[in-house]
C-alpha cells in the first residue's frame, strides 16, 4: 500500500511514532543509496509520500522513477534539466534554477519527514486557501510546544526528544535551520539515533509497567495473606 494511505485514516489504523520514524529510516536508506550507493548517481526528482510503498511488515520501498535523472558522471554536481515533480514537494531552489541534485531530493525528503511528524500533507487544503506544511509548521515550530507539532492522533504516545529531534532533522533538510544537511547518509545516520530514543523510551515505559504490575501483584498477595491469618485466629 501507499504511504499517504495510512497517513490519511482518521482511527484505528494510524502510524505509530516509531512506524513513522522507521518509515523515514527505510526511506533515507533509499535515497542514499541512489545518490551514493549507485553509479552514476540518481537522483529520484518526484520524492513523495504517494512514491512510498509499505509491504506486511511496514517497511518502506521507493517507487516511480519515471522522472528520475542521472549523473553523466560520477563526480558531476548537478543536472541542468527543466524543473519537474510534484507541487509541495519540488525543491524551490531547483525550480528556479533548473539545476537538479541531491539536495533537491533532500528539500523532498524533508517535507515528507513533516508529514510523518505532522499528519498533514504536503499541501493542506483549506476553504478558502491551500496552505504549504512549511508555512503551517514554522509558527508552532516558534512557538515550541512539540504536542502541537506531532501529529494529534498520536495522543502524545511519543518521546519528546525524538519528535524534537525529527522535527530538527526535516528543518535541516528543506535548509531552514542552523544545522544544514547535505547528504541522504547523514540523514540516514541522524534518523537512526532518532527512532533509537524512541525505542529506548518505549522499553523504559515497559519496563515501568511491568514494575508496577509486579508490586500491585505483591500487594494483593500480602493483603491475602493478612486475610486467611485474620480468619484461621
Not at 523515514?24 to 549507485?38: K, P, R
Request: net charge negative; charged share 20%.
Amino acid at each position: 500500500m501507499f504511504l499517504a494511505s495510512p497517513l490519511a485514516v482518521t482511527n484505528a489504523n494510524v502510524l505509530k511514532w516509531n512506524e513513522r520514524l522507521q518509515i523515514a529510516v527505510d526511506t533515507a536508506n533509499g535515497l542514499e543509496y541512489l545518490h551514493n550507493g549507485c553509479k552514476p548517481p540518481i537522483i529520484h526528482r518526484d520524492f513523495k509520500s504517494t512514491n512510498i510503498l509499505l509491504n506486511e511488515n511496514m517497511q518502506a520501498k521507493i517507487a516511480d522513477f519515471g522522472l528520475s535523472r542521472a549523473f553523466v558522471a560520477e563526480n558531476d554536481t548537478h543536472v541542468s534539466t527543466r524543473p519537474a515533480g510534484t507541487l509541495g514537494y519540488l525543491d524551490p531552489k531547483f525550480q528556479a534554477t533548473g539545476n537538479l541534485n541531491r539536495k533537491s531530493d533532500i528539500y523532498s525528503f524533508g517535507i515528507v519527514l513533516f508529514e510523518l511528524i505532522t499528519g498533514h500533507p504536503a499541501i493542506i487544503r483549506g476553504p478558502e486557501e491551500n496552505t504549504h506544511i512549511l508555512d503551517w509548521v514554522y509558527p508552532i515550530i516558534e512557538q515550541g510546544d512539540i504536542q502541537k507539532i506531532v501529529d494529534p492522533r498520536l495522543k502524545g504516545e511519543f518521546h519528546t526528544n525524538s519528535a524534537w529531534k525529527a522535527t530538527e532533522i526535516a528543518l535541516s533538510c528543506v535548509e531552514r535551520a542552523s544545522i544544514q544537511i547535505s547528504d541522504m547518509s547523514e540523514v540516514s545516520v541522524e534518523l537512526k539515533e532518532c527512532l533509537a530514543l524512541e525505542m529506548t523510551h518505549a522499553r523504559s515505559q515497559r519496563m515501568a509497567t511491568e514494575g508496577n504490575k509486579t508490586i500491585s501483584s505483591n500487594s494483593v498477595s500480602s493483603e491475602l495473606q493478612s486475610d486467611i491469618v485474620a480468619l484461621a485466629r
